[in-house]
């Protein structure tokens, strides 16, 4: 299986005209009110910590199913699965590239319609942990230990941009 298929399989439901950010707004519709009841319910502090774990598990699961769907060594893999969204990302990211090397990939995204949407409603954190968060997860469990990212801020906790810089480790084994 093809990563674009594992990546529509595994988040979207099969759904491939669905965008990215139009998923995201689907899992909103459910998540928020959730979350906001359980604030109301138990307190904000122990709700948060409590969504922000169980996030953080379905993401690590996600994206570790995702890549065992996908063949070849962990920097292919992440490689092909880049590859796979940016098509679900399309426009809703406006980014510039700083550097493009086989050991080096570096790009300011500098306007984000997901930190927009969040933003709106009132909900940063579970922007940051839905999406941003989940880049990490990305390399953790479909690229590592060939690919690394490094990232110091975010559009959507408030900086003027995200900055990703990705190193990669030429030569990697084939896993697949």
Not at 88 to 104: F, M, R, S, V, Y
Not at 129 to 147: A, K, M, N, Q, R
Request: charged fraction near 25%; glycine fraction near 8%; include cysteine.
């Amino acid at each position: 299986m093809d990563a674009s298929q594992a990546y529509v399989n595994e988040f979207f439901a099969g759904n491939e005209k669905l965008s990215l950010l139009e998923a995201v707004k689907i899992q909103a519709e459910v998540l928020v009110p959730v979350i906001r009841a359980f604030r109301k319910e138990i307190g904000a502090e122990r709700a948060n910590r409590i969504v922000s774990q169980a996030l953080r598990e379905w993401s690590s699961r996600l994206f570790r199913k995702i890549g065992a769907q996908i063949s070849g060594s962990p920097l292919e893999k992440w490689q092909a699965f880049s590859a796979a969204q940016i098509p679900k990302i399309g426009n809703d990211t406006d980014w510039e590239i700083l550097k493009q090397t086989p050991e080096a990939f570096e790009m300011n995204v500098t306007g984000c319609r997901y930190a927009d949407f969040f933003r709106q409603l009132g909900e940063p954190e579970l922007g940051a942990l839905l999406l941003c968060e989940g880049d990490f997860h990305v390399i953790d469990e479909v690229g590592s230990p060939d690919v690394n990212l490094e990232r110091t801020q975010t559009i959507m906790k408030g900086a003027k941009y995200c900055d990703f810089r990705w190193r990669m480790k030429r030569g990697g084994a084939s896993s697949g």
